[in-house]
């Protein structure tokens, strides 16, 4: 994952709060633009963050 990679987490140190964090933080950038583009790019990593999560069985 490009996003918790950035911020240098491993997987053991995840935890359920931390992914909804980082969806919430997601969500209100994808909100802020009007880039559809960007919207979607958006929509695709929050996507990505909620499988990783549900894999985890957070």
């Given at each position: 994952?490009?996003?918790?990679?950035?911020?240098?987490?491993?997987?053991?140190?995840?935890?359920?709060?931390?992914?909804?964090?980082?969806?919430?933080?997601?969500?209100?950038?994808?909100?802020?633009?009007?880039?559809?583009?960007?919207?979607?790019?958006?929509?695709?990593?929050i996507?990505?963050?909620?499988?990783?999560?549900?894999?985890?069985?957070?």
């Amino acid at each position: 994952m490009t996003i918790l990679a950035a911020r240098v987490l491993s997987v053991e140190e995840l935890n359920g709060d931390q992914i909804d964090a980082e969806i919430l933080q997601l969500q209100t950038q994808r909100d802020a633009t009007r880039d559809e583009a960007m919207r979607a790019r958006f929509d695709v990593l929050i996507a990505r963050l909620e499988e990783f999560k549900a894999g985890l069985g957070f």
